[in-house]
Nanobody, 116 residues
Framework: QVQVVESGGDLVQPGGSLRLSCAAS????????MKWYRQAPGTKERELVG????????IFSDSAKGRFTISGDNAKNTVNLQMNSLKPEDTGVYYC?????????WGRGTQVTVSS
């Protein structure tokens, strides 16, 4: 089994920055991707923000491009999401997913609130 834990969520003012972290532990597959999703308040869908895979980071969310960056450390099984110039619409629960083939391991999420 794989355990995934996110951290770093907080209340921040518009224009501020936050750094989220995700750590995976347990029986981690040899090949996997670590992805960041966010779920806006009142919605059921989770939006893919970006991923870290084989040392390459990719931001998929158009609203996050130019403001968010992803970094990771495969040796430590960790991935970070650096969020700058935060906007109220970035508010939500941010989840980390470890994906290997058809196997998915989700964390419980960390709350990010952007408000003045």
């Amino acid at each position: 089994q794989v355990q995934v834990v996110e951290s770093g969520g907080d209340l921040v003012q518009p224009g501020g920055s936050l750094r989220l972290s995700c750590a995976a532990s347990g029986s981690i597959p040899s090949t996997y991707a670590m992805k960041w999703y966010r779920q806006a308040p009142g919605t059921k869908e989770r939006e893919l923000v970006g991923e870290w895979f084989s040392g390459v980071s990719t931001i998929f969310s158009d609203s996050a491009k130019g403001r968010f960056t992803i970094s990771g450390d495969n040796a430590k099984n960790t991935v970070n999401l650096q969020m700058n110039s935060l906007k109220p619409e970035d508010t939500g629960v941010y989840y980390c997913l470890v994906l290997s083939g058809s196997r998915q391991y989700w964390g419980r999420g960390t709350q990010v609130t952007v408000s003045s």
